[in-house]
Each structure stands twice: as C-alpha cells, then as structure tokens.
C-alpha cells in the first residue's frame, strides 16, 4: 500500500501556494510566492536585494477602476518598482524618487509609457546580494501636503 500522508502535505503546499499567488496578483510571476511586506513596515530597515522590477502598469480610477487618460485622450502609465528582498519577502512602491534611483544606476529610462516590464537585477546583476537601507523622502504633492516617498540607501 502506498503512503497516503504525503499526498495531502502537497495539496496543502498548493493551496497555501494558490492562495499567496492570488494576493500577490500583479506582482511579478518571480515574487508572487513571496510575502508580501508594507514599505511602514520596511522603513528603516537594511534589506539583501534579492530581484528588482520596474512594472508600467495603466493608472486606474481606485473607485471606478476606469482607465486615467490624459487631457488629450492618452491612456497614464504608472511605474511600480519590486523589490525581493531577505529570501522570501517583497515590497511595492510607486516611488517616484526609487525609479528614478533605479534609472540613474541602470542608465535606462524604466518609467514609460505602455505596460512593460524591467528587470534591473538583470541589467544589473552586482545589485543582487547588495544590502540596502530602506529610507523615506518628504516629497510635496499637488494638494501641497508632504508625503513619504521611499528611497534606498546604502548602510552606515
């Protein structure tokens, strides 16, 4: 007779795999198995760069999910950048300081507009291992308050 326990230890494993995957939707396929952790949470803390991507995805209305468009009728691209960091976790943040952070280190434009994909880890493999502090930047907004925005830098 065969052993019948391993059986449900896979299924297990799927469905806690299953239900990981559906929360991480949107994420890249690489990190959708991670957990994923608020940048609150992450703020202040040193990190091991596992993989980052930048993610143009179309801007939508958070109430109506209706498309932004542009005055003259273009669809508005937003850039996401991922980090995996420590093995097993992720961050998102639409920072616009970290594109830009990530554009200056890559020397490429990662913030364009149409739904593509960049992977610095690739354009940059010697980012892979290298330990980071999580920082935040003051940034003024159109309403004129300030928000924190998320930065990397290196550790003391």
């Known amino acids: 007779r065969k052993e019948k326990t391993q ?3 896979n299924f297990s494993n799927l469905a806690h795999e299953v239900v990981t995957a ?12 991670k957990t994923s952790i608020s940048t609150r949470e992450i703020a202040g803390k040193n990190i ?3 993989e ?8 939508v ?3 109506s999910k209706t498309p932004i468009m542009t005055k003259d009728g273009k669809q508005i691209y937003q850039p996401v950048v991922y980090v995996a960091f420590d093995k097993d976790y992720f961050f998102a943040s639409k920072s616009a300081i970290l594109v830009e952070q990530f554009e200056r280190y890559t020397g490429n ?8 994909d960049f992977n610095v880890t690739t354009m940059k493999p010697d980012l892979v291992g290298a330990v980071l502090k999580v920082g935040t930047e003051k940034v003024k907004y159109r309403d004129g308050k300030e928000y ?3 930065i990397l830098l290196d550790t003391e």
């Not at 559906?22 to 198995?33: C, F, H, I, T, V």
């Not at 980052?52 to 801007?59: A, L, T």
């Open 148 to 150: 924190d925005q998320l």
């Open 48 to 50: 091991t760069i596992d």
């Open 61 to 63: 209305d958070k109430e």
């Open 7 to 9: 059986m449900a230890t």
């Open 109 to 116: 434009k990662l913030a364009v507009y149409e739904e593509k």
């Open 22 to 33: 559906r929360k991480n939707w949107g994420a890249p396929k690489s990190m959708q198995l």
């Open 52 to 59: 980052v991507v930048v993610v143009n995805k179309k801007k």
